[in-house]
């Protein structure tokens, strides 16, 4: 038992210096990253791909898409005009920065604005992988229901924003907008909780300007830094 | 890397073993076991629920609950009527056979016809893990997406039975219900697909009759090799 206990330690410190080195290499080309969790299914890729059809214009960006399997989400992605590399992950619960390491390669950082990172759809084990971004974002969707803040919060706890997808469902649903706020809030007192409907647009542009808002924090942060 | 590797081995053969000691466990007490897997929010406990009510009287069941945190779901189910037995895992991703075996303490196993067993809300770490069930069960949404089976292919591989829960919300998403079935059948050609709301109880006889077809066949086979 020692000697698993010793194991997972060195492997745990290996994830940590790579995803320092991430870190590093995303703060010198100034790219703000930002590291999307969720279920599977409550809309991490359709927020990519409307974030893309709205922001192409202003922001350079680019995504990097983890799965189990298929391409599917690296071509809606492209397809939404920003390039785009697809993980597959075999049967891999979640991102790792040596993946994460291997994907950069294809892009040139420096001539990049944003980097969405979108993990593979778990709500437990990407929260204990850090992969380097500047801040996590957690999405919800109102079908789920209203208690998975307190069911998962390890995900919750570790994140920067919260965004809770499928307002357009919440009528047909049993969900309480109340009681998941009161979830979420119990977690992280002041954590950002932005209600949309990527279907709809509804709310779409509280979460675009939090994208423009965040950025510009972390470039601030990073020329401060340089002085 | 080799030490790592022969780790992993002894780990997952300590895990099989345990299963396996389940397995008996489960065919000596003749109580048939349906361990339920979904993405978190797809409807595995309101599944629950909805069975317990409608077969109270009809067949002895219990069932357990895996959550990282809450007892929310095992008051769920003992307010739906039959005895539950909640397991949270901390962190871990899915349920382990040697939490079920500490859990069944709890039971009279002989006394049961049926036991669910909910994992932890998660597509893609508790298909790796057997835990003696005799049946596993996948439950999908609607608004999910049709393509889950595509990208978490390995827990629909691992199903013997396929619930697809809130088609009440058809008509709300874009899913495909030929294309979900499409992506099954190519993994599993001869799986069945239900297709229900536990909501409206549309669909629900079906699985019921699932449940009951499948337990009469695992009592068939266990008098069959008692012989």
């Known amino acids: 038992m020692a000697k698993r206990i ?41 927020l990519l791909e409307e974030t893309a059809r709205r922001l192409k214009g202003e922001l350079r960006m680019a995504a990097i898409e983890g799965d189990l399997a298929t391409d599917r989400d690296a071509r809606r992605i492209e397809t939404a005009g920003i ?18 390491l291997d994907a950069i390669q294809d892009f040139d950082l420096a001539a990049l604005d944003v980097l969405f990172i979108e993990n593979v759809g778990n709500l437990v084990c990407p929260a204990e992988f850090d992969l380097g971004e500047h801040r996590r974002v957690v999405v919800s969707s109102t079908p789920e229901g209203d208690d998975k803040p307190v069911k998962y919060p ?4 570790h994140a920067d924003c919260v965004v809770l997808n499928k307002m357009d469902l919440l009528a047909a649903t ?14 992280k007192p002041r954590i950002p909780i932005l209600e949309l409907s990527c279907r709809t647009g509804e709310g779409m542009e509280a979460w675009l300007d939090w994208v423009r808002d965040e950025r510009r924090a972390v470039a601030r942060k990073a020329v401060k830094s340089a002085r």
């Open 174 to 187: 049993n969900f309480s907008v109340e009681a998941y706020r009161r979830f979420v809030r119990g977690l």
């Open 6 to 46: 010793r194991l997972a330690k060195r492997v745990v410190a290996q994830s940590d210096r790579l995803a320092k080195d991430l870190s590093d290499r995303f703060n010198e080309a100034g790219v703000f990253v930002a590291n999307l969790m969720s279920s599977p299914g409550a809309g991490k890729t359709t």
């Open 83 to 100: 390039p785009c590399r697809q993980i597959n992950t075999g049967g891999g619960c979640h991102l790792s920065a040596r993946q994460i």
């Open 154 to 157: 390890i995900a919750f706890h």
